[in-house]
Each structure stands twice: as C-alpha cells, then as structure tokens.
C-alpha cells in the first residue's frame, strides 16, 4: 500500500517568515495529493490540494508543489500569520487516502 | 455547506465494553470513513465505506468493525474496547465522481477514553 512520510513534525517560524512542510510517498500511481490543516480542538479541512498533472498550484499565500519523479510534494506557506498556527497533514491518494503523521506549525509573535 | 456529525464529542467506557460511536452526514455522500488520530502517527484508517452494506477494510481494522444500513449514517464498533483503543476518532465523508470524490469533509471528532 501506500506510505506517506512527512517532516517536520514540528516547525516553529517568526511571524512574516515562510514555512515548508515536505512529503514523500511510495506509490508512483498516486495521482492526488491534498493537504490539511486542523487547528486546535477543530477538525481537519481542505486547504489545498494538486492532481499529479501539475506541478504546483498556489491560492493566496498558500502554494504546493510537486515532483513526479523524486515523489515528493511541499507545502508553502509565506508571510505567515499567528492563524496559520495549526496542525498540517498532507496524504496521497490511489484508491483511498494515506495521510502523512502531521506537522505542528507554531507562528511566533 | 457539508455537515458531517458525530454524536459524541467526548466518551469514557471501560474495558470489555461494547461501543459505538455513530456518523451522520447530511449531502448525500456515498463514501464514508473513520480514522483515527493518535499523537504522532497522524490519521490512520480504519474502515471506509463506497455504498449502502458495503465495507472495506482500512490500515488498521483489528479490534473494529462497521455498518451501513443508510446512506447518511456510519457507525463504527468497538466490540470489547480496550485501552489501547483509547482516541480521537474522525468520521469523514465524500461525493462521488472520479476527481470529487477525494476530497474529504470530517466530523469534529469524538475523543474516547477506555479506563
């Protein structure tokens, strides 16, 4: 099946700065990689996600990128904002979803 | 706007206990699913569902089970809980379709304690 590994499992930033959260999996078939964010005591929700027929996609401050080959995709997220503060949990999907173990963002004053 | 309910925010059971934790979404999707969220180990499935009385098995089905006699509703069992069992559970579902049908919407969760 697939395995999806996610790093950092913690990442703490300075408001303003830019944060990255890398993933890699296993299965070249995937063919959809989306991300999500859970904020403190709320459930997890859609912020982005990319098919594997692009290799990024951005909307605001949030872009994902995408390589096919190494079979790894990234999250960016610029000019970070205290809100942005959550848990971020990317997945790969052929049949079904495998989600990465999560990245505890943490945006400093 | 999706709206995926689970019953119960919080639960306490004892060890042997039957449980079962219940899942209600209201936008008509076929496929639904449980996870659930331990420290560490981000969301690992356990059962999902395509269709009415249909089930299949996720990354980690032992100790649990499911049912799906309605389309809204999906309803996982934990027929002797034991402590390890103790969670956060997220029920979630999706529409059908090639492409729309990845896109999933949770549940607020339901934390279970087994003492």
């Known amino acids: 099946g697939e395995n999806v590994e996610q790093h950092p499992s913690t990442l703490s930033v300075q408001e303003g700065d830019s944060a990255v959260i890398k993933c890699t999996y296993s299965?070249?078939?995937?063919?959809?990689f989306p991300w999500y964010k859970q904020e403190l005591g709320k459930r997890p929700q859609l912020i982005i996600d990319i098919r594997s027929n692009v290799g990024e996609k951005k909307d605001q401050r949030i872009a994902v990128t995408l390589n096919k080959t190494a079979k790894h995709f990234s999250l960016h997220i610029t000019e970070t904002q205290p809100e942005d503060s959550a848990v971020y949990f990317c997945a790969a999907i052929i049949n079904k979803l495998t989600f990465g173990t999560g990245t505890q963002l943490k945006v400093e004053l | 706007d999706v709206k995926v309910t689970q019953s119960s925010r919080y639960l306490v059971k004892r060890t042997g206990e039957k449980v079962f934790l219940e899942c209600v979404q209201d936008m008509d999707h076929e496929n639904m699913f449980w996870y659930r969220q331990d420290p560490g180990l981000g969301l690992r499935l356990i059962y999902f569902?395509?269709?009415?009385?249909?089930?299949e098995k996720g990354d980690i089905p032992e100790g649990y089970s499911v049912s799906r006699e309605k389309k809204e509703r999906f309803s996982l069992i934990l027929e002797s809980a034991s402590t390890n069992q103790t969670s956060m559970y997220l029920c979630?579902?999706?529409?059908?379709?090639?492409?729309?049908?990845?896109?999933?919407?949770f549940g607020a969760g339901t934390r279970l304690s087994v003492l």
């Open positions: 979630a579902s999706s529409s059908p379709g090639h492409l729309a049908k990845n896109i999933q919407y």
């Open positions: 299965d070249s078939a995937s063919n959809y």
């Open positions: 569902s395509y269709d009415v009385k249909m089930k």
